[in-house]
């Protein structure tokens, strides 16, 4: 899962010594220098409450006073799109004989990452072929065929040939490992019939 995020700077330009009660221009730039569009994008700037905000020109978005006096005056751009960049104009007017700072951030809406899983099953069947009569004490081979229509890989996979009776032995098995998905293997078995009628291979 791969995650892009906007890369977002911020530069503001304008006079460091302005005169009471004149009017001067400070131009606020923000820049997204990143891959993915940045959405609901907030500029902040600090003015004091001496200073007189006498108007914006913003190239794109709405500005304004924000409801909390800490929020400052505010800039909003709805979409700041990938390797771009907006420009706003303050005029500011200052009232009083005292240095500010015009600090200025910033805010927008997380991005979200997404990626599709693809959740797979294996699946197993089993098919026997081989004679359906046989002479006593015959040998005859029996091919298994184990097969895997799922979208998975089945791992260990192992056949186990059950005795015929109970108490006649140990179960014979075999290990055939993985069987990836849409792939089957095949084993052949040779049994000797012992005894006569019906008998159940399972």
């Known amino acids: 899962i791969t995650r892009k995020s906007p890369n977002i700077s911020i530069e503001t330009t304008g006079p460091r010594r302005i005169m009471i009660g004149k009017e001067a221009v400070y131009n606020v730039t923000v820049s997204n220098q990143g891959d993915v569009a940045a959405n609901d994008v907030v500029v902040h700037i600090s003015v004091p409450e001496w200073a007189e905000v006498a108007g914006a020109q913003a190239s794109s978005g709405t500005t304004g006073v924000g409801t909390e006096k800490s929020e400052g005056y505010q800039w909003r751009l709805s979409s700041l799109d990938a390797r771009s960049r907006q420009e706003l104009a303050l005029r500011i007017i200052p009232r009083k ?13 997380p991005n979200s990452s997404q990626a ?18 046989v002479i006593y004490g015959e040998h005859q081979i029996y091919q298994l065929t184990i097969s895997n229509p799922g979208t998975g890989d089945a ?20 290990r055939l490992g993985t069987l990836s998905a849409g792939t089957s293997k095949t084993v052949e078995i040779e049994l000797t019939a012992r005894q ?7």
């Open 155 to 174: 791992e260990g996979v192992t056949i186990q040939l059950l005795p015929i009776n109970p108490g006649d032995g140990t179960t014979a098995s075999h």
């Open 116 to 133: 599709t899983v693809e959740v797979e099953e294996p699946k197993l069947e089993m098919a026997v072929k081989g004679p359906s009569e």
């Open 196 to 202: 006569a009628g019906h008998i159940s291979i399972k």
């Open 97 to 109: 004989s005292q240095s500010f700072e015009l600090a200025v951030r910033w805010t927008c809406s």
